[in-house]
């Protein structure tokens, strides 16, 4: 059973700093890529950030500079470095893998956490 454990979330003013952390368990972490996405109230679920399982890193354009997703495959975990911090990055931030280890990729999901940003 593939497990995603998301932590970190938090309420931080303006301009603050928070780090996510999605711990993934179940599954061989080197073949899944992971995608970090955000759902604020009353919008759509939208990406964020991926990290695919060579490393390369993506990021949608309202975070780049402000965010960096790294990953560590000696702890399972994929981590969210948010900076500069605004109240339009206020959503619940869910992490999601990809996993490539059979013929067909598998998506899982966590159960998300929090940020809000005060202005």
């Known amino acids: 059973q593939v497990q995603l454990v998301e932590s970190g979330g938090g309420l931080v003013q303006a301009g603050g700093s928070l780090r996510l952390s999605c711990a993934v368990s179940?599954?061989?972490?080197?073949?899944?890529?992971v995608n970090w996405y955000r759902q604020a109230p009353g919008k759509q679920r939208e990406p964020v950030a991926t990290?695919?399982?060579?490393?390369?890193?993506y990021y949608r354009d309202p975070v780049k500079g402000r965010f960096t997703i790294s990953r560590d495959n000696t702890k399972n975990t994929v981590y969210l470095q948010m900076n500069s911090l605004k109240p339009e990055d206020t959503a619940v931030y869910l992490c999601?893998?990809?996993?490539?280890?059979?013929?067909?990729?598998?998506?899982?999901w966590g159960q998300g956490t929090q940020v809000t940003v005060s202005s």
């Open positions: 990290i695919y399982r060579t490393g390369s890193t």
């Open positions: 179940g599954s061989t972490f080197s073949n899944n890529d």
């Open positions: 999601n893998a990809m996993d490539w280890s059979g013929f067909r990729p598998n998506s899982y």
